[in-house]
């Protein structure tokens, strides 16, 4: 990353929000009690539910899927092996421990109550968490790290080249696509840098010359960071970012909540191979390299060092809607409605799969939504309610500007921690 005036001043820049830092803070690596921290992971594209986590006691999943539904048996069984409840995608065998640890929560039928089948709108909605208004600019993490009035960019990162929609907004965060590449860059880095400190330093009291040391404060503490793990990580884009966000939350910098995304879930045609099998357009297959990213993940927080770091960290993987039930002629599935989430860490109520009011409505078009999608039961803003308030400890008092519109009550959590 090459750190200019432009890159300072652009709005939605990876460092616009660190202007808000004052000026010549700086965060050491810190010693003591390691702090919470929410990893989310958006699944872009619309995950299919359905192949992801089998109904495999339902006889409509096998007749209106006859080319794509996982063969009956095929399905890695949930529920203690009961051949009448779900089970994972075949090669979740990874998911599938996690989930006998207990260390994993799969939530069915969760998603947005908003209708779009657009990828656009619908991630709009689920980033902002607040389906059907378009008023609303900033997105849930960001609104979060106001609402505890967070000054520290280093609280709210983003994996990518610039601030994933969750964290946008004026809080302040930071985005790096790689902890190696955020730096100034290019030839003579030292004297540019000094040229850039000697330059706004006149002008350090004002917005942009404190933005200048925010932003090279934070190129001092993620460069501080070290990314050494005795953890071998697959050859995948998501298992390369999460090797950094382990990394960090290892080091105990200040990270409060990162998002990271995994594209790729668009699946109109050839669903199973896209999802499982390495090679083709999109490389590793979805599923697969979900699947390995991140039990090489779990593995390096757990015990790190004498430190159960899992412990601290909540992964919740999420994505914008979920797909149809029939599948289409390209033996794959189009836009849907209800999907599904699942919840990664050391303290989570894991090894269940939940389903609101442990009721699955089935899957002939009467029990459907517009008899054509799976419903959605789980409104995706509790889970993020529940996660904030039992993982992160806020109260529930404190999160209505994080979900304008929206009540939340602790009533209606699904139990992640139950």
Known sequence: MRLTRRDLIKAGGALATAYFLPRGARRALAGGATEKVLVAIFLRGGADPLNLVVPAFDSTYYAVRPDIAIAAGAELQLNGGD????????????????????????????????????????????????????????????????????????AGLSISDAPQLAMRGPSPNVAFSAINQFLVQGDFASARRAALQSYYSAGAADTLGAGVDAALSAVDVIQSVNTATGVTYPNNKLATALKDVAAIIKADIGAKVVAVALDGWDHHTDLNTRLGEVGGEDGDGKAVELNVALKAFRDDLFNSGGTNYLDHTLTLCMTEFGRRVVQNGGAGTDHGHGGVMFAIGGGVAGGKLILKGDLWPGLDPPNLFNGEDLQVTTDFRDVLAESLFAHLGMSVSAMAPIFPGFTVKQSSFPGLYA
């Open 83 to 154: 051949n009448h409840g779900f089970g994972f995608f075949p090669l979740w065998s990874d998911m599938k421990q996690m989930y006998d640890d207990g260390e994993l929560v799969a939530l069915h039928l969760a998603g947005s109550t908003d209708p779009s089948r657009s990828h656009f709108d619908a991630q709009d909605f689920m980033e902002k968490a607040a389906p059907g208004n378009r008023t609303i600019t900033d997105g849930w993490l960001n609104r979060y790290l106001g609402a505890i009035a967070n000054s520290d960019p280093i």
